[in-house]
């Protein structure tokens, strides 16, 4: 065994080095691909969201997109990745599901990044891709001029959000962000939530505190609704930030939201604040959202992996 003292200045090692690092990565390359030609599959991702008129919103989601899409397309067994609104805009879902097709793709795997059950996620999406056949999302999707669309291609959807600690850390990280004193504040979550599943709402946003309670010296939290199962009304924001400044001095307000949304963080949590009397010295508010987040954006590529990796190894363990 012996030590180079100038390794780089050798042109034939260097020569070597290059060539090594060239044949592993062509050998790994290969590898990739002839996993995915063994199966016979076509593997597209389709990241699903709410959909909303806001620009800002869609942009935050976009924006998503482009950050996870080459490291989950690298190796090459996900042929291409997409976007897709549920409702308000396009290109909406059954848009997305055509387009993977007409460029004749076997498997869609669907990450509905939404935070946790609803009725969109448990009926609205998997009716709109023909994986169930929900009478009540069907009538929406009748008065809303929402497509239904069963495509050719097998449709895989993945877990939510809230399986993991990701927005635990998210909300944790931006109350810290925002937060002065600790020991002398309250929290208050606001989220769209869920009239059906308000049981599932309410668990995650104690959870939500609870795991914000036992990472900083802050005793206290409340949370509410700001979607329809609120009316919309700022009212749903006030009474929880009420509630806080019967025992503490401030209440920090954190939106519970995938996205910003003008409607949402720029006027009725805003609007709701207002009504807090004394609301400039007591709360502490700053419109942002989830997004966007690095834990997300490694939930997404990870998740679509291992999905992807699945398919594959069922389909070729059939086979044999």
């Known amino acids: 065994m012996y030590c180079l003292k100038h390794p780089l200045k050798s042109p034939t090692i260097i020569l070597a ?11 790994n390359a290969t590898k990739e691909t002839a996993t995915t030609e063994q199966s016979g599959k076509k593997i597209g991702v389709l990241l699903v969201n709410h959909g909303s008129r806001s620009d800002a919103w869609r942009a935050s989601l976009l924006d998503l997109d482009k950050h996870v899409r080459d490291s989950i397309m690298a190796g090459g067994k996900v042929g291409d990745v997409k976007t897709a609104f549920m409702e308000y805009t396009e290109p909406s879902i059954a848009t997305r599901l055509k387009e993977f097709d007409k460029e004749h793709y076997s498997d869609v795997i669907i990450v509905p990044v939404f935070l946790t059950v609803s009725g969109h996620s448990f009926d609205d999406i998997p009716t709109l891709v023909g994986l169930k056949d929900d009478p009540q999302s069907i009538e929406a999707f009748k008065i809303e001029n ?36 600790a020991a002398n504040e309250g929290l208050v979550l606001i989220a769209y939530g869920d009239k059906t ?24 939290y409340d949370y509410g609704w700001c979607g329809h199962i609120a009316h919309y009304s700022p009212d749903s924001t006030t009474l929880p930030v009420n509630r806080i400044l019967k025992e503490k001095k401030e209440a920090v307000v954190i939106p519970v939201l995938v996205a910003f949304d003008e409607m949402f963080q720029g006027k ?23 997004l966007p987040d690095g834990n997300v954006e490694s939930w997404v590529i990870n998740t679509s992996r291992d999905f992807t990796d699945k398919i594959l190894n069922n389909t070729i363990a059939a086979a044999r």
């Open 146 to 181: 929402m497509e239904r669309y069963k495509p050719q291609a097998k449709v895989h959807i993945t877990p939510l959000l809230d399986f993991t600690d990701i927005l635990k850390k998210n909300i944790l990280r931006r109350y810290k962000n925002i937060s002065k004193d």
């Open 268 to 290: 009725i949590i805003p609007d709701g604040i207002k009504k807090v009397k004394d609301a400039k010295e007591h709360v502490l508010y700053k419109p942002d959202a989830i």
């Open 197 to 220: 599943y308000n049981t599932e709402w309410t668990k995650l946003m104690t959870n939500v505190g609870d795991y914000v309670k036992q990472n900083t010296t802050l005793t206290n």
């Open 17 to 27: 080095f290059m060539l090594a690092i060239g044949i592993f990565s062509c050998k």
